[in-house]
């Protein structure tokens, strides 16, 4: 009677066990980076001798758990966390560039309309020179392209600033999971394989890896304990996190906006490469957007030199030789009109009233300030282009990479159910047995 007590009560005990994991796996059939649980179970032997003459001998005593195990396919999930740097990395670089490209206005308040009115309006004024009207619309343009200017600069440099911002936030981010995760390693240390808990761990685990592999391209090496070691992937000798040790990524921003990243480790700090990821964007477009900077800062500075020279060659109404137009004495947001009155406008040459106006539009060359605006706004409109046909194909790989993982760690709602039945008539089953050991014994206890 005692053996079938034994397998009704390991059977109750195994089939349990199942139907709690079948149970965690309905309930977490959405949860994001829940892998499927499954109990593999054993054959229960007791081993005894009968008799000092025969040999031992095993008998059958019932089922017992051997493990739970955790669906899992470490190559689908490495494949599927590369993808996520890559869509991380080319989201960022689109959002950013868009809105470079929005700063870069060239609508009709933008730079380069605006400059061709202030052209435009020098022509009309040539066919007039002495008329006050048209003097003070080729001032008035003059100062719209000083102001379309300084708006642009400002917008720039807002775009900078917050891109700086949402660095800082993303290492944040960045250290606050790899500190989880070095928790994480230590707990694993201590767990037993093949449990519900260690199963609970690595799920936990492997969320924490594609968050941070979401922002910075990393490889990860799963040990025998399931501890993670992450190292910077496409660099040597850059680790992250090995054990319960983690790294601390910090930030440095340049004065022109460009982003640095370092890794402090061990009491030393090392330069650390932005090689994918929503980092790597930042990194990215923090110094593309400081390089369209750079390029219309030098733009508008020739160009307000080329105009303060030609002002200087000529006369204005009074006879007297012209003076300095534009100003820009620190930079984009700096620049100034500096010429009020309409007649002080050297539109004259000695002896030719338009004289100097008809030499304005040597500026308007190959090299000048329209012609090297428009390859501005192209070669922006040309990267933004870019940036867009590469996300579309990070994410399509990213959502294929991840569908291909759920294949082996999604959770089934039909196999579930199926399951659920198996388990529970086996269930029943033992029960059933406790029921007839039960019975037989007193039945056998009746007999006296």
Do not use: C
């Amino acid at each position: 009677m005692n053996d079938l007590f034994n397998i009704g009560q390991t059977g109750l005990s195994a089939y349990r066990t199942a139907l709690t994991a079948i149970g965690d796996n309905v309930a977490n059939a959405h949860t994001p980076g829940y892998a499927r649980r499954s109990v593999n179970m054993q054959q229960l032997n007791v081993f005894s001798a009968r008799s000092p003459i025969f040999r031992e001998e095993s008998l059958f005593s019932g089922v017992e758990v051997a493990s739970v195990q955790r669906a899992w396919d470490a190559f689908r999930a490495a494949d599927a966390r590369l993808a996520s740097s890559a869509a991380g990395h080319s989201a960022t670089r689109k959002q950013w560039l868009t809105s470079l490209e929005t700063a870069l206005d060239d609508g009709p308040s933008g730079i380069g309309k605006v400059i061709t009115g202030f052209f435009n309006a020098a022509e009309i004024l040539a066919a007039t020179p002495d008329d006050m009207p048209s003097r003070v619309a080729m001032l008035a343009k003059l100062d719209e392209f000083a102001g379309a200017v300084r708006q642009t600069g400002d917008g720039i440099d807002r775009i900078s600033d917050s891109i700086g911002t949402a660095a800082g936030l993303e290492i944040d981010g960045l250290n606050g999971e790899l500190e989880a995760l070095a928790n994480v390693n230590s707990a694993l240390r201590q767990s037993k394989p093949g449990t519900n808990g260690r199963a609970a761990l690595e799920d936990e685990r492997d969320r924490l890896i594609d968050g941070i592999a979401k922002r910075i391209d990393v490889s990860v090496s799963l040990q025998e304990n399931g501890s993670a070691i992450l190292t910077l992937a496409r660099a040597t000798g850059i680790t992250l996190i090995e054990g319960g040790e983690r790294g601390v990524v910090k930030m440095t921003r340049a004065l022109d906006g460009r982003l640095s990243l370092e890794l402090e480790a061990n009491g030393t700090t090392v330069p650390l490469p932005a090689t994918g990821g929503a980092l790597a964007g930042l990194v990215d477009v923090a110094a593309r957007t400081a390089d369209r900077r750079s390029v219309l800062a030098d733009m508008v500075t020739d160009f307000a030199a080329a105009l303060n020279t030609w002002s200087a060659n000529g006369e204005d109404l009074n006879g007297v030789p012209g003076g300095q137009l534009l100003s820009m004495p620190a930079g984009l947001q700096s620049l100034q009109l500096l010429v009020t009155d309409p007649a002080e406008i050297a539109a004259a040459l000695p002896g030719i009233e338009n004289g100097n106006l008809l030499n304005l539009d040597a500026l308007r060359g190959v090299q000048g300030i329209e012609a090297r605006w428009n390859a501005l706004v192209a070669e922006q409109a040309h990267h933004l282009s870019a940036a867009k046909a590469e996300d579309t194909t990070a994410s399509n790989r990213r959502d294929n990479a991840y569908a291909a993982l759920d294949e082996v760690t999604g959770v089934d709602l039909d196999r579930e159910a199926a399951e659920l039945l198996r388990f529970q008539q086996a269930y029943n089953g033992a029960a059933r047995i406790i029921q007839v050991a039960r019975e037989t014994v007193d039945s056998i206890l009746n007999l006296f």
